[in-house]
């Protein structure tokens, strides 16, 4: 093994670490998603490689969720969309030197706002990536366990929880996302976005946390079946959505915030 291949994996071994408290149970998805690779540039500087992005390959057929979102439009949403963040995000970091930002989390929970390119495309492939996870076939139909109670006390209860997302997505003018986030101290809340920006962007967003559950309200994830109808396709989107995926996330998110109190 040369000192670049090494360096590579031994790279990627260290991100794994950094990053599977985020991955917490997931069981989709490939887990090198969103590692980077690492090699260092001239002077010895960790910079970003050319293709330190990758585009996760689906866990289910592209017809998995019809009718609810119908296969024509779940083949241009992963296959174009999403692939068109990921190869415009390694174009935009690619050389770039790193700090301690050596994944995506960390890089885009301190990106610049006038970072467009990677706030816009890192976003993207982040919450794309979110969005296949807690779309997975299967799983609760509703919130269960210590979730369900977190949402009972700080929303109101799931009722009240999906009324208030669903009414985040509808309201969102023009593209962006509907999420249900963790915040650092703990506290459960509904918000929305505008392009690809997500609550992990503490610079360009009013309320900051972790991501559980997002929605992509961008035309194109509903166009081809609902055509102006956002909130037909809202409404299928909570139908299908895999709540122990997103049971997963918010024991990770907790277990860190229960970490650092
Ligand atoms: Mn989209």
């Not at 997931?26 to 260092?40: I, V």
């Not at 209860?157 to 969102?172: D, I, R, S, Y």
């Amino acid at each position: 093994m040369d000192k670049r291949t090494f360096l590579k994996l031994s790279g990627m071994a260290g991100a794994g670490l950094m990053v599977a408290p985020w991955l917490g149970c997931q069981t989709s998805g490939d887990d090198k998603t969103l590692l980077n690779g690492k090699e260092p540039d001239s002077d010895g500087h960790e910079v970003w490689g050319s293709e330190a992005f990758v585009l996760p390959a689906l866990t289910f057929g592209m017809d998995a969720l019809e009718p609810a979102i119908d296969a024509e439009t779940m083949a241009i949403h992963h296959g174009k969309h999403h692939a068109g963040y990921v190869g415009k995000l390694n174009a935009a970091v690619a050389g770039r030197a790193k700090g301690i930002d050596d994944d995506l989390i960390s890089l885009l929970k301190g990106v610049d706002p006038e970072d467009a390119a990677v706030r816009n495309n890192g976003g993207g492939h982040f919450n794309h990536t979110l969005y296949w996870e807690v779309l997975a076939p299967g799983g609760a139909s509703e919130p269960q366990g210590a979730l369900a109670a977190h949402i009972a006390t700080d929303l109101g209860g799931t009722e009240a929880l999906k009324t208030a997302f669903a009414k985040a997505g509808a309201q969102q003018f023009g593209s962006g996302w509907a999420w249900l986030s963790l915040d650092d101290a703990g506290r459960l809340f509904v918000s929305s976005t505008p392009n690809q920006d997500n609550p992990l962007m503490g610079r360009c967003v009013e309320k900051s946390g972790t991501p559980l559950l997002g929605m992509d309200v961008w035309e194109h994830a509903y166009y081809l079946n609902y055509q102006n109808r956002r909130t037909d396709y809202i409404e299928a989107f909570m139908s299908r959505v895999n709540w122990n995926a997103v049971g997963a996330r918010y024991d990770a998110a907790q277990s860190r915030v229960n970490t650092s109190t």
